[in-house]
């Protein structure tokens, strides 16, 4: 291994890393500012299925919208989703799960409710609760952090308890330091690689519990586009040689997902060398 390889610092090595924040932030831009040649809540009716062209980019659906606008426009909706409920996991998950790293009855507790919450099939109970709340797009939001908030919990107590037996833990125990010290001076920074890391990955999660659930017809009302929407709309014309309806916006939540992935993986080879 060079030492360029070596380096923790050396970005350039993290091919994934680079691919992956290009990718996002160019959805990102586009989701914000790029102009849409068409309403994409407006259909045209005299350009129903029309192939990729010109004029359309990515074609027309059975009902006249402009694909490309959809698909751009349902990218304003479906990542600040999912960006959104895995920032608000981590943030509750985080100190959840330093917090059962301590010694004591309570973080038992916790990890024993937090069994029996798991025992649940929690995707069935996100859609049941979208469902019955009237399809409101904060609950969504709270379907994905039901979900996405114990699996930060489960990491962080497992990469904590690891820590924990450090020496310099020892050594601060020893020293007299209050529990809330331990855990946010000394454990905290630790584990922000692993925060990171296993952020972007609940984001690529709930990327797709986003899909899914627009794909179910739960979260997102028509006219308004989300890629699981698009997906389920043209996924009966495959058979019939309209493959761009649905092709488009799943391209979009396959590039989305694989990038946050890839952007996990390597947050994850960078903070793991950085501990060594």
């Known amino acids: 291994m060079t030492a360029a390889e070596s380096s923790p610092g050396t970005l350039r090595a993290h091919f994934g890393l680079w691919f992956g924040l290009t990718v996002i932030t160019a959805m990102l831009v586009a989701a914000v500012f790029a102009p849409l ?3 994409p809540i407006k ?4 350009a129903v299925l029309q192939a990729p062209s010109a004029a359309y980019w990515m074609g027309t659906d059975s009902i006249g919208f402009d694909v490309f606008s959809r698909v751009i426009e349902a990218a304003r909706r479906d990542l600040p989703l ?10 509750i998950g985080v100190p959840l799960g330093l917090a059962t790293t301590l010694k004591g009855r309570a973080s038992e507790i916790i990890m024993r409710g937090l069994d029996a919450f798991q025992a ?10 979208v469902t019955l709340t009237g399809n409101r797009l904060e609950m969504v939001i709270f379907a994905i952090v039901l979900i996405e908030t114990p699996r930060m919990m489960r990491l962080i107590r497992s990469e904590g308890l ?3 037996e450090s020496r310099f833990i020892e050594a601060a125990e020893a020293m007299g330091a209050r529990p809330r ?8 920074p630790n584990v922000t690689g692993i ?3 296993q952020t972007s990955i609940a984001a690529a999660n709930s990327l797709t519990v986003v899909a899914a659930l627009s794909f179910l017809g739960i979260g997102v009302s028509p006219p308004d586009p989300s890629w699981g929407v698009m997906i389920q709309a043209g996924a009966r014309l495959m058979t019939s040689g309209q493959w761009w309806v649905s ?5 979009a939540v396959f590039l989305a997902v694989m990038s946050l992935n890839l952007i996990a993986d390597d947050l994850d080879v960078i903070f793991e060398r950085t501990s060594r």
């Open 195 to 197: 925060i990171l890391a």
């Open 82 to 91: 999912a960006f959104g409920g895995a920032i608000i996991s981590a943030v």
């Open 37 to 39: 040649p068409y309403d």
């Open 247 to 251: 092709l488009f916006p799943g391209v």
């Open 181 to 188: 010290r331990i855990l946010f001076v000394h454990l905290l």
């Open 120 to 129: 649940f099939p929690l995707l069935v109970l996100a859609i049941a609760i």
């Open 162 to 164: 690891a820590i924990r």
């Open 43 to 46: 259909p045209n009716a005299d």
